[in-house]
């Protein structure tokens, strides 16, 4: 079984400040991690993925993450805080050796603020 | 590319009545898809993986009887709440997988959802 953990449901930051949103996770196989993006009344739009290549990985609007299998994080972080960047976050977690369609588990999302 | 659509992005109905949601993927095929329903303010739930001419697979807990899944083709799962209860008030977010995408991708690519609320 898989499980995700977001600690802090709601973050708050000023425009310009790094952003740091947590995420654990737990799995008993190597596990394939999302993060997701929701703004409100809209469907979940891909940040980045980690799925076994490099432990540091860039996506989207100048998030990044890292994969640190010891400490069993996904932290996903940005340098610089922008008033857009205000939405709801999901860290996901996939089984990879699911030989069928693989499941998504989200974790319960974490709020971001931005205030200037 | 990799556009997923939802049909109607919202909906009121009267208690009792039924409520079908479509979920189509516009520049792909898709042998999977997935139905998720959103408390506010909460996470997503998983509640069945549709795959393209066979029955769906429903999570434990979700009543198969009253979420009909239907996924007659590699671009349209369907979604229809039967005899709908206020209690059924939700966000619905389907998902799907790009076929020509190796399985090793594992992304899904998610609809912009449709809120039901039952009166």
């Known amino acids: 079984a898989q499980s995700v953990t977001q600690l802090g449901s709601h973050v708050s930051v000023s425009e310009g400040a790094l952003v740091l949103l947590r995420c654990n996770y737990s799995?008993?196989?190597?596990?394939?991690l999302f993060w997701y993006v929701q703004y409100p009344n809209q469907g979940l739009q891909l940040l980045l993925k980690?799925?076994?290549?490099?432990?540091l990985v860039k996506g989207i609007n100048g998030f990044e993450a890292e994969f640190k299998k010891s400490e069993t994080s996904f932290h996903l972080t940005k340098p610089s805080a922008h008033m857009s960047d205000a939405a709801e976050y999901f860290c996901a977690v996939s089984d990879q050796n699911t030989g069928t369609a693989s499941k998504l588990t989200f974790g319960t999302g974490t709020r971001l603020q931005v205030t200037l | 590319g990799a556009v997923v659509s939802q049909h109607p992005s919202w909906v009121i109905c009267k208690s009792g009545t039924s409520v079908k949601i479509e979920c189509r993927s516009l520049d792909f095929q898709a042998t999977t898809m997935f139905w998720y329903r959103q408390f506010p303010k909460q996470s997503l739930m998983l509640m069945a993986t549709?795959?393209?001419?066979?029955?769906?697979?429903?999570e434990q807990g979700v009543e198969k009887d009253k979420f009909l899944i239907n996924h007659a083709s590699l671009t349209l799962s369907t979604l229809t709440v039967t005899s709908a209860h206020p209690e059924d008030s939700s966000f619905y977010i389907c998902?799907?997988?790009?076929?020509?995408?190796?399985?090793?991708?594992?992304?899904?690519?998610f609809g912009p959802g449709t809120r039901l609320t039952v009166t």
């Open positions: 549709s795959n393209e001419g066979s029955k769906a697979t429903y």
């Open positions: 998902s799907a997988r790009d076929l020509a995408w190796p399985l090793s991708s594992y992304e899904q690519y």
């Open positions: 799995s008993s196989v190597p596990p394939y």
């Open positions: 980690y799925t076994s290549a490099a432990t």
